[in-house]
């Protein structure tokens, strides 16, 4: 059933256009409209030797950054900068590029950040720059004018698409006008996809093919990721100092937190000191406390003071002290140490520190930590002022000092789909559903279809065919047209498809015949309705024993051409059956019901006798001889004795054994201990034995069996142009053919391309309608000597 799903061409691309064009949205979307993904032309040599001027960089926004990762920001003043993260400092980060010796000088946050490195095109920018400029803008529009020119020149082609539409128009009209109304007595959902199939396989193709993209991501990523979740906190301090001073030194007649302290006119000085814990976060805290002052020297030297004589206690996140300091006991320790030790010239310096200690708890989580930001002052002779900040815009009487507690959280993984974050766990149930409602609705068409075929042939028509389907009430006029039968209606559906032909339909219980008319050429395809499929009647079994003994079936004979030299070097024989009613039928048509009716050994044995009575008549003729293939069923080499029958037959032609070679299914190697038996006799008296493989050949297994040829089949040629892994194992199939000296034939081959992959892989034959198609037997004699080479062999390989 799948193949009248296949032959839909057009729906198969339509979705696939449809859903690529969602999903290269999705996957590359700029995030100016909607998307996720940023697009930065680097431009500067900052990340070298990893990016380099000219290139394009496409990043996409991720749930967090890390260490390590390249991204991309905005810089005030600057624009967009692509750098790598290369530390953090709590909720900011610390970048800079690869080639810089300096960090960057802004730290953005990471809601700043507009995505990470995912994919990088070299050189690309500068391209993406060309055509922004003019002369390519210029190009552009004309070409587009040109392409609008040459398009509006294709009347000629709008007409005959008309004709076509008016032609399938009157057909349709004709045949209803003769057929009557179509048949109404089918299934309720079979009726009703019977006009709304496309549509319906379309929407569903389109849901599976994003479904399964969407799945593709969604279970290739796990669920939940771990991300960092980071405790902030600040711990603030606020110093002052004051003391009393004579008037008129002062405004205030004080010192003045921030101003110059004079000890000949103050030496107490009162120094106070607030303390401060913040963060968004619950805290449970305490610690304790001690002031003291250090005095010390460019040189090394240092004395401490303390303010406090023990450390004390507090319990909470704030806290006040204060201590007095007494600045003329500083000089006079300053001046102690100079008349000592004879220097004069070293720098002093006096500051205070807080000596803060806290511990407990921060969000659930154990704390410890210090505070000790100094309050900093120069000492010379008669005065000490308070020193500058080392940070710009940092107050020295307000210290602050900034922590995190690192803990991780497990968060969403999540997919970014049309600018919005989908969670991964809800992605993949889509992904899911999406499937499952694709599975049955294209799995309610093959189940109506297979219903259809097993009991209402106009159904499965109507269902297989769809819009194009005009059923006619007599069989159509052959008239002068050319008759071509076509073995499978898959293959009659695609040529309809491919010419815009309608498809006409005419059943006739129990044959059922659809024709597809295209100029001077009739297409037919017929097939057995379920009238006949129950089983073999008498009638048909006559019929079978009539072509047998009347000469009814006919062979025909394919060239296969040596890959060497383009010479004939063997034939393989078609089986056809010249019906006298029904025209010429192909072995789809027939072959069933022979074995069906256990036939298929006598047709067997007719077909050798006839291949070896031809190849008697070309030898007295003087005609050159090549070996000839025969399509063995398995019905016959399981029949006990067959291997007997054939030698007796074939010596009393008077044609050699090694004139023929037996082709035989895949599944024939090993279809019963009797196969195996005569298999044997017949390589031992001298036949030729030819496997074919399919796509699940193994070549390895043919180290003890009698097999002298492989043909790689159709379907795994046809695929050499559309998979490339077919491509890798058809060239491993030949290896390990070459390595057991078995020859290799291609099957099927229909392009030149197909036919140069095989001669690039030192395939030794090949056969198909690209080198020529079968010959009846009677006229195979002249058409052979039409030509010696069937193919160029000194042409490169395509």
């Given at each position: 059933?799948?193949?009248?799903?296949?032959?839909?061409?057009?729906?198969?691309?339509?979705?696939?256009?449809?859903?690529?064009?969602?999903?290269?949205?999705?996957?590359?979307?700029?995030?100016?409209?909607?998307?996720?993904?940023?697009?930065?032309?680097?431009?500067?040599?900052?990340?070298?030797?990893?990016?380099?001027?000219?290139?394009?960089?496409?990043?996409?926004?991720?749930?967090?950054?890390?260490?390590?990762?390249?991204?991309?920001?905005?810089?005030?003043?600057?624009?967009?900068?692509?750098?790598?993260?290369?530390?953090?400092?709590?909720?900011?980060?610390?970048?800079?590029?690869?080639?810089?010796?300096?960090?960057?000088?802004?730290?953005?946050?990471?809601?700043?950040?507009?995505?990470?490195?995912?994919?990088?095109?070299?050189?690309?920018?500068?391209?993406?720059?060309?055509?922004?400029?003019?002369?390519?803008?210029?190009?552009?529009?004309?070409?587009?004018?040109?392409?609008?020119?040459?398009?509006?020149?294709?009347?000629?082609?709008?007409?005959?698409?008309?004709?076509?539409?008016?032609?399938?128009?009157?057909?349709?009209?004709?045949?209803?006008?003769?057929?009557?109304?179509?048949?109404?007595?089918?299934?309720?959902?079979?009726?009703?996809?019977?006009?709304?199939?496309?549509?319906?396989?379309?929407?569903?193709?389109?849901?599976?093919?994003?479904?399964?993209?969407?799945?593709?991501?969604?279970?290739?990523?796990?669920?939940?990721?771990?991300?960092?979740?980071?405790?902030?906190?600040?711990?603030?301090?606020?110093?002052?100092?004051?003391?009393?001073?004579?008037?008129?030194?002062?405004?205030?007649?004080?010192?003045?937190?921030?101003?110059?302290?004079?000890?000949?006119?103050?030496?107490?000085?009162?120094?106070?000191?607030?303390?401060?814990?913040?963060?968004?976060?619950?805290?449970?805290?305490?610690?304790?406390?001690?002031?003291?002052?250090?005095?010390?020297?460019?040189?090394?030297?240092?004395?401490?003071?303390?303010?406090?004589?023990?450390?004390?206690?507090?319990?909470?996140?704030?806290?006040?002290?204060?201590?007095?300091?007494?600045?003329?006991?500083?000089?006079?320790?300053?001046?102690?140490?100079?008349?000592?030790?004879?220097?004069?010239?070293?720098?002093?310096?006096?500051?205070?520190?807080?000596?803060?200690?806290?511990?407990?708890?921060?969000?659930?989580?154990?704390?410890?930590?210090?505070?000790?930001?100094?309050?900093?002052?120069?000492?010379?002779?008669?005065?000490?002022?308070?020193?500058?900040?080392?940070?710009?815009?940092?107050?020295?009487?307000?210290?602050?000092?900034?922590?995190?507690?690192?803990?991780?959280?497990?968060?969403?993984?999540?997919?970014?789909?049309?600018?919005?974050?989908?969670?991964?766990?809800?992605?993949?149930?889509?992904?899911?559903?999406?499937?499952?409602?694709?599975?049955?609705?294209?799995?309610?068409?093959?189940?109506?279809?297979?219903?259809?075929?097993?009991?209402?042939?106009?159904?499965?028509?109507?269902?297989?065919?769809?819009?194009?389907?005009?059923?006619?009430?007599?069989?159509?006029?052959?008239?002068?047209?050319?008759?071509?039968?076509?073995?499978?209606?898959?293959?009659?559906?695609?040529?309809?498809?491919?010419?815009?032909?309608?498809?006409?339909?005419?059943?006739?219980?129990?044959?059922?015949?659809?024709?597809?008319?295209?100029?001077?050429?009739?297409?037919?395809?017929?097939?057995?309705?379920?009238?006949?499929?129950?089983?073999?009647?008498?009638?048909?079994?006559?019929?079978?024993?009539?072509?047998?003994?009347?000469?009814?079936?006919?062979?025909?004979?394919?060239?296969?051409?040596?890959?060497?030299?383009?010479?004939?070097?063997?034939?393989?024989?078609?089986?056809?059956?010249?019906?006298?009613?029904?025209?010429?039928?192909?072995?789809?048509?027939?072959?069933?019901?022979?074995?069906?009716?256990?036939?298929?050994?006598?047709?067997?044995?007719?077909?050798?006798?006839?291949?070896?009575?031809?190849?008697?008549?070309?030898?007295?003729?003087?005609?050159?001889?090549?070996?000839?293939?025969?399509?063995?069923?398995?019905?016959?080499?399981?029949?006990?004795?067959?291997?007997?029958?054939?030698?007796?037959?074939?010596?009393?032609?008077?044609?050699?054994?090694?004139?023929?070679?037996?082709?035989?299914?895949?599944?024939?190697?090993?279809?019963?201990?009797?196969?195996?038996?005569?298999?044997?006799?017949?390589?031992?008296?001298?036949?030729?034995?030819?496997l074919n493989a399919g796509e699940r050949f193994n070549p390895e297994a043919l180290e003890a069996e009698p097999v002298q040829?492989?043909?790689?089949?159709?379907?795994?040629?046809?695929?050499?142009?559309?998979?490339?892994?077919?491509?890798?194992?058809?060239?491993?199939?030949?290896?390990?053919?070459?390595?057991?000296?078995?020859?290799?034939?291609?099957?099927?081959?229909?392009?030149?391309?197909?036919?140069?992959?095989?001669?690039?892989?030192?395939?030794?034959?090949?056969?198909?309608?690209?080198?020529?198609?079968?010959?009846?037997?009677?006229?195979?004699?002249?058409?052979?000597?039409?030509?010696?080479?069937?193919?160029?062999?000194?042409?490169?390989?395509?």
């Amino acid at each position: 059933m799948r193949k009248y799903l296949l032959t839909r061409r057009a729906l198969l691309i339509a979705a696939l256009s449809l859903s690529a064009l969602a999903f290269l949205w999705v996957l590359l979307a700029p995030s100016r409209f909607g998307g996720a993904v940023e697009y930065v032309i680097v431009s500067g040599d900052s990340m070298e030797p990893l990016f380099h001027k000219g290139d394009l960089v496409l990043l996409r926004r991720a749930p967090f950054y890390e260490v390590g990762d390249i991204v991309v920001y905005r810089y005030p003043g600057i624009g967009a900068v692509i750098h790598r993260i290369v530390d953090r400092r709590l909720d900011r980060f610390v970048l800079k590029g690869d080639h810089n010796t300096w960090v960057d000088g802004y730290e953005p946050a990471p809601d700043e950040i507009l995505g990470k490195y995912w994919l990088w095109l070299p050189g690309m920018g500068t391209i993406f720059l060309q055509l922004r400029s003019p002369w390519a803008l210029a190009i552009l529009v004309g070409v587009g004018s040109l392409i609008w020119g040459l398009s509006s020149m294709q009347s000629k082609w709008t007409e005959r698409r008309k004709k076509i539409k008016a032609r399938v128009d009157d057909a349709i009209m004709a045949a209803r006008q003769s057929a009557g109304q179509f048949d109404t007595a089918v299934m309720g959902a079979g009726k009703w996809l019977s006009g709304r199939q496309e549509g319906f396989l379309l929407v569903m193709y389109i849901i599976g093919i994003l479904a399964l993209v969407l799945g593709a991501f969604a279970f290739t990523r796990p669920v939940s990721l771990t991300a960092p979740d980071n405790l902030l906190y600040k711990q603030t301090g606020a110093y002052a100092y004051t003391g009393e001073v004579p008037a008129g030194v002062y405004d205030e007649n004080r010192v003045v937190s921030g101003g110059a302290i004079f000890p000949k006119v103050s030496c107490g000085i009162e120094v106070a000191f607030d303390y401060q814990l913040q963060s968004q976060h619950p805290a449970q805290v305490s610690g304790t406390y001690q002031l003291m002052a250090v005095v010390n020297s460019t040189t090394g030297w240092r004395r401490t003071i303390l303010l406090n004589e023990q450390p004390v206690l507090f319990s909470g996140k704030t806290f006040s002290a204060q201590a007095p300091l007494d600045v003329c006991e500083v000089e006079k320790m300053i001046a102690q140490v100079q008349e000592v030790t004879g220097a004069q010239t070293y720098q002093y310096f006096l500051s205070v520190y807080p000596q803060v200690k806290v511990s407990g708890t921060l969000g659930g989580m154990t704390l410890e930590e210090t505070f000790n930001e100094p309050l900093s002052f120069t000492v010379q002779t008669d005065q000490i002022y308070l020193n500058a900040p080392a940070k710009e815009d940092a107050n020295p009487l307000q210290p602050v000092k900034e922590g995190a507690l690192v803990r991780m959280k497990t968060v969403d993984n999540t997919l970014s789909i049309f600018s919005m974050d989908v969670p991964v766990r809800t992605a993949r149930t889509l992904s899911a559903v999406g499937l499952a409602i694709a599975a049955l609705g294209i799995g309610l068409v093959l189940y109506l279809l297979q219903q259809a075929e097993g009991k209402d042939e106009k159904m499965l028509a109507k269902l297989a065919v769809g819009s194009r389907l005009v059923e006619v009430q007599d069989p159509l006029a052959r008239g002068d047209a050319r008759v071509v039968h076509l073995p499978a209606l898959s293959d009659l559906l695609r040529l309809a498809e491919q010419r815009e032909e309608v498809v006409f339909f005419h059943y006739a219980a129990p044959v059922a015949t659809y024709y597809v008319r295209d100029g001077d050429v009739l297409y037919v395809h017929r097939k057995l309705g379920p009238a006949a499929a129950e089983g073999v009647d008498e009638s048909t079994r006559q019929a079978l024993v009539r072509a047998l003994e009347k000469d009814e079936f006919a062979l025909y004979f394919q060239p296969s051409v040596s890959l060497e030299d383009g010479r004939v070097v063997q034939l393989e024989s078609f089986l056809r059956w010249r019906h006298p009613e029904r025209g010429l039928l192909m072995p789809v048509q027939f072959l069933p019901e022979v074995e069906r009716a256990g036939m298929m050994m006598q047709v067997d044995l007719w077909v050798l006798r006839r291949a070896c009575e031809y190849l008697a008549q070309w030898r007295e003729a003087g005609y050159p001889l090549y070996p000839v293939a025969i399509n063995l069923s398995l019905q016959s080499l399981a029949t006990e004795g067959f291997a007997a029958q054939a030698q007796a037959m074939v010596a009393g032609l008077g044609v050699s054994p090694e004139w023929l070679y037996l082709e035989i299914p895949e599944n024939g190697l090993d279809v019963s201990p009797v196969g195996a038996e005569n298999l044997r006799q017949l390589r031992e008296a001298g036949f030729g034995i030819v496997l074919n493989a399919g796509e699940r050949f193994n070549p390895e297994a043919l180290e003890a069996e009698p097999v002298q040829q492989i043909k790689l089949g159709y379907p795994v040629v046809q695929k050499l142009s559309a998979v490339s892994e077919m491509q890798d194992l058809a060239s491993r199939w030949i290896s390990q053919a070459h390595e057991r000296k078995i020859r290799v034939a291609a099957v099927g081959v229909e392009t030149s391309q197909q036919l140069g992959f095989f001669r690039l892989h030192a395939c030794d034959q090949a056969q198909g309608y690209w080198i020529s198609p079968p010959v009846a037997a009677e006229d195979l004699p002249g058409f052979l000597a039409q030509k010696r080479a069937w193919v160029e062999v000194s042409s490169k390989p395509e």
